[in-house]
């Protein structure tokens, strides 16, 4: 038997069919092969097409399917990891109203700030665990101010995997965890935000049914059956946002357990079963993909906007003719500190553990007869680590300890420099897993469907790749390195 996983980004889709005896890979791809393009019509907006997203899953799945020359009848049970935060709107006939506001638009952060304040710190924190912010609601309300004629006919709104999953059988379903990501649930109540929903002017009615992370979220239906390959009826049973669903992906369910991803965006995401916000809504805490009332599970995140896509922005512009290897191998030619030169990662809209400054991308002390470009890819690196270090702080004032990150030999974690800083930096030994989202996606439905009776045999093959530890002989100029940016920072900041 198998199960298929799609895991919707905002670079790309990526989809894997796993057999769910030994959780092999059976096929893997993704598209587009570039990253996918996004839509800013103005400073600090990002948009996406969602049926650009529909468009690559359906290219996608057949492609699996052939290059895994199976029967689709084996094909047991789906699941769909996707970019947090989105915003998708469809009228009753699921005709998409408008281009999605993805997860690093930051148009909604100044209506998220005022709601903060009108609803009050002790409602915010206490109830939705988060600032309103720049989330899903956030972005709502700015559709309804500046889009009304768009917003009279929304049927329902739906966060992108929610999209995906109704692309595929015509279904409209939410999650708790979904909401929670929205800045729609009360955790106090175990329910939708009344006050809320009310403060911005919604009707409950635009939320879809409310369905648990594992179970059933609708079928294929015949005709997509028949233009993907799949079997008609094929339940799609895990739907989650990409960094619980990145937690899931590596077997980070308990508390004091800590996931990591570094891919446009990165994130330090570690699961407590406690319930407390960061006073200052720098962190955020969402249910986790195992939520529920008699057993909670948060998840706590730290988010980077800016990550990944400073090396893919280096790349295309500095680099255009260099491979992401090619491009680490250099930096590792020049000495860790990168001679003074500084980066600050965050050129990719609004950043949460900034309160929610758009500061943009800054490079200090940059000395043309003394940098060249090795120095430029490495400080990069190490700038979007010292961003890691400084959520990490955050989170350990909260009372979560690292001592094991857990992350997918993908992305930023295929770089040596960016693990073995990271390492040393947060003094936690890093543990590289043979993973991604889709991956974690198809684990998922298998769980959702049945197939395994608990996560712990879901992953009964899981096994570790690699192991870095801290390097104690750099620790020392390296948390000075760190302290001189953090404080440069700052006065960024204050400037």
């Not at 979220?217 to 294929?220: A, D, E, N």
């Not at 990165?266 to 995401?269: E, H, R, T």
């Given at each position: 038997?198998?199960?298929?996983g799609?895991?919707?980004?905002?670079?790309s889709?990526?989809v894997?069919?796993?057999?769910?005896?030994?959780?092999a890979?059976v096929?893997?791809?993704?598209?587009?092969?570039?990253?996918?393009?996004?839509?800013?019509?103005?400073?600090g907006?990002?948009?996406?097409?969602?049926?650009?997203w529909?468009?690559?899953v359906?290219?996608l799945?057949?492609?699996?399917?052939?290059d895994?020359?199976?029967?689709?009848?084996?094909?047991?049970s789906i699941?769909?990891s996707?970019?947090?935060?989105?915003?998708v709107?469809?009228?009753k006939?699921?005709?998409?109203l408008?281009?999605?506001?993805?997860?690093?638009?930051s148009?909604?952060?100044e209506?998220?700030?005022?709601?903060?304040?009108?609803?009050?710190q002790?409602?915010?924190l206490?109830?939705l665990?988060n600032?309103?912010?720049?989330f899903?609601?956030?972005?709502?309300?700015?559709v309804?101010d500046?889009?009304p004629?768009i917003?009279?006919?929304?049927?329902?709104?739906m966060?992108?995997?929610?999209?995906?999953?109704?692309?595929l059988t015509?279904n409209?379903?939410?999650?708790?965890?979904?909401?929670?990501?929205?800045?729609?649930?009360?955790?106090?109540?175990?329910?939708l935000?009344?006050?809320?929903?009310?403060?911005?002017?919604?009707d409950d009615s635009?939320?879809?049914?409310?369905?648990?992370t594992?179970?059933s979220?609708?079928?294929?239906t015949?005709?997509?059956?028949?233009?993907?390959?799949?079997?008609e009826?094929?339940?799609?049973?895990?739907k989650?946002?990409?960094?619980?669903?990145n937690a899931?992906s590596?077997n980070v369910?308990k508390?004091?357990?800590?996931?990591?991803?570094a891919g446009t965006s990165?994130?330090?995401?570690g699961?407590?079963d406690?319930?407390?916000?960061?006073?200052?809504?720098?962190v955020?805490?969402f249910?986790?993909v195992?939520?529920s009332?008699?057993?909670?599970?948060?998840g706590?995140?730290?988010?980077?906007?800016?990550?990944?896509?400073?090396n893919?922005?280096l790349?295309k512009?500095?680099?255009?003719?260099?491979?992401y290897?090619?491009?680490n191998a250099?930096?590792?030619?020049?000495?860790?500190?990168s001679n003074g030169?500084?980066?600050f990662?965050?050129g990719n809209?609004?950043?949460?553990?900034?309160?929610?400054?758009?500061?943009?991308?800054t490079?200090?002390?940059?000395?043309?007869?003394?940098?060249?470009?090795?120095?430029?890819l490495r400080a990069?690196?190490?700038?979007?680590?010292?961003?890691?270090?400084?959520?990490?702080?955050?989170?350990?004032?909260?009372?979560?300890k690292l001592?094991?990150?857990k992350?997918?030999?993908?992305?930023?974690?295929q770089?040596?420099?960016?693990?073995?800083?990271?390492?040393?930096?947060?003094?936690a030994q890093?543990?590289?897993?043979n993973t991604?989202?889709?991956v974690?996606?198809?684990?998922?439905?298998?769980?959702?469907?049945g197939?395994?009776?608990?996560?712990?045999?879901a992953f009964?093959?899981?096994?570790?790749i690699e192991?870095?530890a801290?390097?104690?002989?750099m620790?020392?100029s390296?948390?000075?390195?760190?302290?001189s940016?953090?404080?440069t920072?700052?006065?960024?900041?204050n400037?």
């Open positions: 038997m198998y199960a298929l799609i895991d919707l980004g905002s670079s889709v990526k894997s069919l796993i057999q769910t005896s030994d959780g890979i096929a893997q791809n993704f598209e587009p092969k570039e990253e996918m393009p996004m839509i800013s019509h103005q400073s907006w990002a948009e996406q097409d969602p049926d650009v529909w468009g690559y359906k290219t799945i057949p492609k699996l399917i052939h895994a020359n199976t029967d689709k009848a084996s094909i047991k699941g769909i996707y970019q947090m935060h989105g915003l709107l469809v009228d006939n699921q005709q998409v408008r281009p999605s506001i993805i997860w690093c638009d148009r909604a952060a209506i998220g700030r005022a709601a903060f304040n009108t609803m009050g002790d409602y915010c206490n109830h665990l600032s309103p912010g720049n899903t609601a956030s972005k709502l309300k700015w309804k500046n889009e004629e917003f009279d006919r929304i049927y329902k709104i966060l992108p995997g929610d999209y995906i999953a109704m692309k015509e409209i379903t939410a999650t708790i965890s979904g909401l929670s990501e929205g800045i729609f649930w009360d955790f106090k109540e175990n329910k935000s009344e006050s809320l929903l009310n403060h911005y002017g919604f635009v939320i879809p049914e409310i369905h648990d594992f179970s979220h609708g079928s294929v015949r005709q997509i059956a028949d233009d993907l390959g799949l079997a009826g094929t339940p799609i049973t895990y989650s946002g990409d960094q619980p669903n899931l590596l369910l508390p004091g357990e800590i996931a990591a991803t990165g994130v330090i995401y699961v407590t406690t319930m407390k916000p960061d006073l200052k809504s720098r955020n805490v249910a986790h195992n939520h009332i008699e057993q909670p599970r948060y706590v995140l730290a988010c980077i906007n800016g990550t990944g896509i400073l893919a922005w790349r512009n500095v680099t255009p003719n260099l491979s290897s090619e491009m250099i930096a590792e030619s020049v000495e860790p500190g030169l500084q980066v990662p965050f809209g609004s950043e949460r553990i900034l309160e929610d400054a758009n500061i943009g991308c490079w200090k002390n940059l000395d043309f007869n003394t940098h060249n470009h090795a120095h430029v990069a690196q190490e700038g979007i680590v010292y961003a890691f270090q400084y959520g990490i702080n955050i989170m350990e004032s909260m009372g979560l001592d094991v990150i992350a997918g030999n993908t992305n930023m974690f770089s040596n420099i960016f693990k073995e800083t990271l390492a040393t930096l947060s003094n890093i543990e590289i897993y991604d989202g889709s974690g996606a198809a684990l998922g439905s298998g769980i959702g469907a197939t395994y009776s608990s996560p712990e045999e009964s093959h899981f096994q570790k192991t870095i801290p390097n104690k002989q620790q020392s390296l948390k000075a390195s760190f302290e940016w953090k404080q920072l700052e006065q960024i900041i400037s």
